[in-house]
């Protein structure tokens, strides 16, 4: 047998939903010396994250920190340690992460009821209590940026209606941690997810949890085993805690590379990085529109991380994205669901929201409508000039 060569990766411009681009700081960091779980030196890294993660989730919640896994991950956790068999919990589904937790709740044993959204749309107060029926539920989960889709929730509305619900509120916060304003505690969020690979810019396999002082009191209160061993909080919060009781090995140097994404978001900037991001997000759909490009989204629900945008009549969406691949060394994303073939999904996040992404971004996609003979005619560096220039 002939032994395959070292890995050497092409280089590539990931714009698409994730993973994004990697900060160089947070690749070299992941080249640091590997310690052991129980180190004190990796120990001091350890609260060091916490402490940071806290800060750009803005919460003062004691049980905060990154699981290991990626962002499914993070959405099993909070979704096994909160429900136990027959607890009525309420899904809102607008996308393939809706419909994920609704499954994962399923599997939990919850009663599921869902609330459902026209894909590409977020959802009011009117709409998710029509959902909920009057009814109590000890869950009521949302997915603040649906990935999916390019969809901003309002949480204000789904933490009202969860109060009426007499409901715990769980959120989905993979696609916005980093790249739009969360503040877990004055939106009145219970239970949080995130992962690493979106706007924290860090490669994907951790998934920043967080559950405020209510969703720790439901999961102490538990009258069942949580399902999963693995991602049972009761047990990983005295590693995390000051008790540092084993439970798994510790994914050591990806905690360095999410150790220094933390701190150069900090650096940065939380206000700014959010203005960064909504900059960039700007002149890329005045670029986009500029050549007859549609985003799925309208402005008052469209993420700045992530637009959606409709392929044009005409163009074979695969060949391209394969276009993009191969001539330029960039990534965006096709669509999912009902937005299969029909949907790119562009990507801006963390080390990726930049004026040279857009730039790139515009360029490369004039090139292939061109490629397919639909040449736009127009230069879209001009439309995504001008929101530079205001």
Known sequence: MTLPSSVHPPQRVLLGPGPSVIDPAVLSALARPTLGHLDPAFLVIMDEVRGMLRQVMGTENELTFPMSGTGSAGMETCLVNLIEPGDPVLVAVNGVFGTRMAEVARRAGAEVTTVEQTWGRSFSADELRAGAGGKSF???????????????????????????????????????????????????????????QKCLSCPPGLSPISFSPRASAVLSERKTPVQSWYLDLSMISNYWGSDRAYHHTAPINMLYGLHESLRLILVEGLEERIARHALHGRALVAGLESMGLAPRVAAEERLAPLTAVAVPQGIDDGRARSFLLNQFGLEIGGGLGPMAGNTWRIGLMGAGATRHSVTLCLAALRAALTDQGQDPGVDPLMAAGEIYAS
Not at 146 to 151: I, Q
Not at 178 to 191: E, F, I, R, T
């Open 138 to 196: 000890k869950l009521l989960c949302i997915v603040h940026a649906e990935t999916s889709t390019g969809v901003l929730q309002d949480l204000a509305a789904a933490r009202t209606v969860a109060d009426e619900c007499d409901a715990l509120l769980l959120v989905d916060c993979v696609t916005s941690l980093g790249g739009h304003a969360v503040h877990l505690d004055d939106m009145g969020v219970d239970a949080a997810y995130s992962g690493t």
